[in-house]
């Protein structure tokens, strides 16, 4: 691995450690640090994400029977299930039985008969593959990872995308959503061991291809993709961290991209917060990040830099 410090103007790592923000502390110790989730600091960082007010308050909005939001059937309404679940997750709370609860009932009001998560349980929409996507990592991170309807998504999420036509979008004028790819990749870096195969092997290496070859405009058509949201969206970080992730670090194609990503850090190493959620936002805006730095170095982790 090449040492991280030669690519950013001042090593940041420290700054994400303080204390002001257990749940970037948190992360920054699994995730860049690679500390064990059994580690004394690991452990005492979590107990203190517990104790967040946030935490609190969403929790207290939960109904007995695990959904958020007045209507447990739109899991996908600003103050849903999703939403929070979503949240829970970013922030690093572990896995209870109010978590397991609130997947089990995402799981129930969500997921088509196909396996695939939607906005509508009811409807195959051609959204379904990035939400399932978007949805696994959480699933798997609370613990649902050998639920049968988990493993379902799984395998739905596999065989969509080796489809002709995996990437096409109605809402993107039926041409190939670079943001699907990402999601797709996102929920196949959570494919269990025992289910990886030759397809699902082929199907990220074609996803990874998608987004190595794509014809990128950041003056205009994907502008937004450097607008770095929290909680992380579809982003140019979130591309380069799959694309990482799945072993294409040391592509050539990648230089660019990633020249573009170290362009936008300051002078301490930092990255800003373009955008946050309405609902509760973790974050300010156009102001340097905790949140978009830790994107940015797992971005950075992923295609083989080190931070030890």
């Known amino acids: ?41 690991v452990l005492k960082t979590r107990s203190e994400i517990a104790s967040l007010p946030l935490i609190k308050e969403l929790f207290d909005l939960q109904h007995q029977d695990g959904h958020w939001g007045e209507d447990e ?10 939403g929070v679940l979503m949240h829970l997750f970013a922030l690093g709370v572990s896995p209870d039985e109010r978590t397991t609860a609130g997947c089990d009932s995402l799981l129930r009001n969500a997921q088509n008969e196909n396996g695939g998560i939607s906005m509508v349980k009811t409807r195959r929409s051609g959204i379904a593959p990035c939400t399932t996507g978007e949805m696994l990592p959480m699933l798997v991170h609370f613990n649902m990872d ?27 004028e039926h041409r190939n959503c670079l943001w699907g790819a ?3 990749l996102k929920g196949l870096a959570a494919l ?44 140019l970080l979130s591309a380069i961290q799959m ?29 800003k917060c373009g955008s946050v959620t ?16 830790l994107y940015a170095l797992r971005a950075l982790k992923a295609i083989g830099y080190e931070f030890l």
């Open 1 to 41: 691995m090449e040492d991280a410090k030669k690519l950013l103007y001042h090593n940041s790592v420290s700054w994400l450690l303080e204390d002001e923000n257990p749940s970037v502390r948190y992360w920054t110790l699994v995730d860049i640090l690679d500390r064990p989730k059994d580690n004394q600091e």
């Open 73 to 82: 059937s739109k899991a996908y309404t600003a103050y849903g299930t999703v």
């Open 146 to 172: 050998k639920d049968p309807r988990v493993i379902s998504a799984f395998s739905f999420l596999e065989a969509d995308m080796s489809t002709e036509d995996a990437l096409d979008c109605g809402r993107y």
């Open 182 to 184: 990402i999601a797709a």
């Open 192 to 235: 269990p061991e025992d289910m990886r195969s030759p397809t699902s092997t082929l199907v990220i290496d074609q996803l990874c291809e998608e987004l190595l070859n794509a014809d990128y405009d950041f003056e205009g058509e994907h502008k937004r993709w450097l607008t770095f949201r929290v909680p992380q969206g579809w982003d």
């Open 243 to 271: 694309i990482g992730v799945h072993g294409f670090g040391v592509d050539p194609r990648l230089h660019p991209l990633l020249d573009r990503v170290l362009s936008l850090q300051d002078e301490q190493g930092r990255w």
């Open 278 to 293: 309405q609902n509760w936002p973790l974050d300010r805006r156009n102001r340097p990040s905790k949140w978009v730095t």
